[in-house]
């Protein structure tokens, strides 16, 4: 007799991460999808609703009655003056919705997509129990809805996983899906964009000494490791927190004098201007924990590779005359 697939509700699936992990948990599970903008007509077990509708939302977790619920629904563009109402609705009040529903209608694992802005900045690599200073709004909120999962499920029958994501980049080219975000915030789509473009890209710092350094994950590798996640839940059953990164360093600078040098021709046009509020100056994550319990490790987040899906991405929008709006 054949194996029934466990089914997962997965929140924010038209959103870039979304859109990629769809692809890693088709064929194993029974993926349904909740998203407040709907990416294609034909697109099946779709819901149409925003979390923030909590009946509604109620409704679709009746009707599937899913084993896990894999929360990427937020507002993540960095911004410490604007919104603040926004992200407090959108991330804080939207995951104690689901908090709520999952105690109540006995959901048994949940996957949270938390961030690297909760960490302090550090001149060593971040572990999951690095101290925490989240600067900026969009960190704070994360921030707040681990420590409100960790109050309501540490000590229930229902297990969860945090992942703690660094500099999520690049594409699946093989599927066809990349990171398509309207105004683009991030420095790989906005580097390759502007050289296609032949326009300037904004550097945010005096000079090349002090440009802010961070962790890029190719988007594959971060889908890989939650599918891993999703394994470990179901056949272990324990509660865990874990960074999804390269741990490796790179300066903004570095990643646009790569691209410069080993994509561009040195045809790429930068200016310097003043930092931006919010970006702390180093965030790269130790995966140790993620290698040794998930047997997980990254394969493609390397410059070379990651420049590469990125650059056949964007032509391959170009060509189909996808256009995008950049926020700097």
């Known amino acids: 007799m054949p ?43 779709f819901f149409l609703c925003n979390i923030l509708n909590k009946k509604k939302v109620e409704n679709i977790i009746k009707k599937i009655n899913p084993d896990i619920i894999i929360h990427l629904a937020g507002q993540s563009t960095i911004d410490t003056i604007k919104n603040k109402k926004s992200y407090i609705y959108n991330n804080v009040l939207a995951t104690n919705i689901l908090l709520k529903l999952i105690k109540k209608n006995n959901i048994k694992y949940f996957i949270f997509s938390s ?47 945090i992942f703690r994501f660094f500099n999520a980049c690049s594409a699946l080219n093989n599927f066809k899906v990349g990171e398509r975000h ?7 789509p906005i580097i390759v964009n502007k050289f296609l473009k032949k326009k300037y890209v904004k550097i945010y710092s005096k000079n090349i000494t002090k440009t802010c350094i961070r962790d890029y994950v190719h988007i594959y590798d971060l889908c890989n490791a939650m599918h891993k996640g999703v394994d470990h839940l179901i056949k272990r059953n324990k509660s865990n ?19 410069n040098n080993h994509f561009a021709g040195k045809k790429l046009k930068f200016i310097f201007t003043k930092k931006r509020l919010g970006d702390l100056y180093k965030l790269v994550c130790s995966n140790s924990k993620i290698k040794r319990i998930l047997k997980w490790k990254p394969t493609k987040s390397k410059l ?14 170009m060509k189909k005359s996808i256009k995008r709006t950049l926020i700097y």
Not at 4 to 32: A, E, H, P, R
Not at 139 to 144: D, I
Not at 241 to 259: A, H
Not at 304 to 315: A, P
């Open 182 to 188: 309207n105004p683009e915030t991030h420095l790989i």
């Open 115 to 161: 961030t690297a802005a909760v960490y302090k900045s550090s001149n060593y690599k971040l572990l999951e129990n690095s101290k925490k200073n989240p600067k900026n709004i969009y960190g704070q909120t994360k921030s707040v809805c681990e420590k409100n999962i960790i109050k309501n499920l540490k000590n229930s029958s229902q297990k969860f996983i």
């Open 3 to 45: 194996l029934v697939k466990k089914k997962i509700l997965l929140t924010g699936s038209s959103g870039y991460i979304g859109n990629c992990l769809k692809k890693f948990l088709n064929k194993k599970y029974n993926v349904y999808f909740i998203d407040k903008k709907k990416l294609s007509k034909n697109e099946k077990n």
């Open 241 to 259: 927190i874990f960074n999804i990164g390269s741990d490796k360093s790179y300066s903004v600078w570095s990643v646009v004098n790569y691209f």
């Open 304 to 317: 070379n590779i990651i420049f590469r899906d990125e650059l056949i991405w964007q032509k391959y929008l």
